[in-house]
Each structure stands twice: as C-alpha cells, then as structure tokens.
C-alpha cells in the first residue's frame, strides 16, 4: 500500500480522502458522499433486520406457522444469487462481506423455522423442508468456495470503479459498453430481484389466510423497508461515471432499483395487515397452543 500513501489517490484527486481511503471509492462531490452514506446505512439496517424475528421465534414458538417458507426460500434465493453475482461483478470486499452476512442469516432464519417445524408439529419432513435443507447446503458451500475461488484469482489493474451495491461493476474506460461479466451479473441480479419480489406473495397469502401477524416481528420488516428506501435513494444520488449517461446509469442499476423498490411496495402491503389483524389472535389451534405454553402432550 506504499504506493497510495499521501492523499487519495491520483485516480480521485478531488473526491472525499475518507471514502477513498476506507473503501477505495470516488466521491467527487456532497451527493457522492451522501450516496456513500445512505448506502452504509442501509446495509446497517439489513444487517439488524433478523435479530428482532430470531427474538420473535424463540418468545412465541410458532415461527413454522406464522412466516411462510416460501417466503424464506425466495429472501435465501435472492441473497444467494445476490452472492454469487457480487463475485462474478468483482464488487467490492465490503460488498461482499456484506452479502455473505445475508446468506448466513437466511441459513439461520431457516434452520429456526426447520426446528420450530418438527418441534410443534412432530411429523416427517415435507417436501418444503427438504429444499430449505437443500437451500440452506447450497448456501453454506457458496458462503465457503466463493471466497476461496476469489483468493485464487489474479489482481487486476488498479483502476478507479464506481461504487453498485449490491449489483454489478461500473464499466471502466476503454472497455465496450457491457463487459461479459456485467452481462451475466446483469442476468443475476433480474433474476434475484423478481426472487426478492415473488419470496413477499406466500407471506402476504399466509397472513391473510390465517388473518394474524402473531409470531412475526414487524421489526423485521420496518428495518428492511427503511433499508431498501435508503438504498434506492443512495443509487439514485450518485453521479453517473464520467463519460456515462444519466440513461446508461440508471438501466445498469435497474434490476436492483426494480428489486428495491419492488419489494418496498410489498412490505408496504404486509404493513397494512399488521395494522389490519393488530388485534387478531392466532388462527390454528396449534399456534394458540404456543402462544398458551401448552405444547407438551396430556
């Protein structure tokens, strides 16, 4: 790193020291900067996210019934395909990292739903059990070959890149407007956003359906939603690359908008049903059972 030493950089003579310097970043101007700092905010808030549902599980004992594995295995999905496009886009190390916690916490979030599963319920495994198995081996060898094919890979050249998170590289200069590897995280990321959007649907239905929101944090679902507004906003603050288009910015960057947005507007719906069944108790008797502390057999 001697030869960074002494400002930030010559790469990004004018833009904020402490971006460079911390995640080797351009921020030439006050929306640069903001952009930066919604984004780190907003990946504070989805880092926090599942903390208040793991509560939530292990208080009521009815995560199996109250969160709909469907829901869980698109939000897996969607991360895992997050993951696997950060690398393939090279995306920033905190970038990375950050995705890598999104999966491990999926994987977490899956294994209590899997244990409250056979805990309150006490039958064999169906089948939706067993792709959350296969989800969760899916996950935990992509969390570990991922970073071990990364380390293997020779450096590159030193160039400036925009900041994308969560979402592919930024096209340098001299390169033809969309690299092969944009294209497919491109590919990747459509599809993790329409994982994203369709993973909402089976817990809007589950909410309905048994017309209570009991077993689920709302916490969980505010902290996404701030996360997601915060990072829509931190996209849209940048400025485009020099010599690229507001146009070319923006469709770069639309399938993680779509997604973001998207699954906005969705967990906008399951905030209404909270306040809709706000006084509602749960449906099965299984479910008013854990509430009650009454699980043992007579």
Not at 3 to 19: L, R
Not at 29 to 52: E, T
Not at 147 to 157: F, I, L, Q, S, T
Not at 165 to 177: D, F, S
Request: glycine share 12%; hydrophobic share 45%; net charge neutral.
């Amino acid at each position: 790193r001697a030869g960074s030493a002494g400002g930030n950089g010559s790469a990004c003579p004018d833009g904020a020291a402490w971006v460079w310097d911390v995640f080797h970043e351009c921020a030439r101007d006050g929306r640069d900067v903001a952009s930066v700092v919604l984004g780190l905010v907003s990946i504070g808030c989805f880092a926090a996210a599942s903390f208040p549902q793991f509560y939530q599980a292990c208080k009521t004992g009815i995560m199996d019934q109250a969160l709909s594995i469907y829901f869980l295995l698109g939000w897996l999905g969607g991360d895992l395909l997050n993951l696997i496009g950060s690398f393939l886009a090279d995306q920033l190390p905190l970038q990375i990292y950050t995705a890598i916690y999104y999966v491990l916490a999926d994987l977490v979030m899956l294994f209590l739903y899997c244990y409250y599963k056979a805990k309150n319920r006490g039958r064999g495994v169906s089948a939706p059990i067993n792709a959350a198995l296969v989800f969760v081996f899916l996950g935990t060898a992509s969390t570990v070959l991922l970073p071990g094919r990364d380390a293997g890979m020779a450096p590159e050249p030193a160039t400036f890149r925009g900041r994308a998170l969560l979402a592919t590289g930024v096209r340098e200069a001299g390169e033809t407007p969309f690299s092969r590897n944009e294209i497919i995280g491109f590919i990747i990321g459509s599809i993790s956003s329409v994982l994203y959007l369709c993973s909402r649907l089976p817990q809007i239905y589950t909410n309905y359906k048994r017309k209570s929101t009991v077993g689920i944090s709302y916490s969980l679902f505010a902290l996404v939603m701030l996360g997601n507004t915060l990072y829509g906003v931190s996209v849209l603050l940048k400025n485009p690359e020099p010599g690229q288009s507001s146009g070319d910015y923006i469709l770069h960057h639309l399938p993680w908008l779509v997604g973001s947005l998207g699954v906005l507007s969705l967990d906008v719906i399951i905030s209404f049903q909270f306040l809709a069944y706000r006084g509602g108790k749960p449906g099965a008797p299984e479910e008013r059972d854990a509430l009650l502390g009454e699980q043992d057999e007579p």
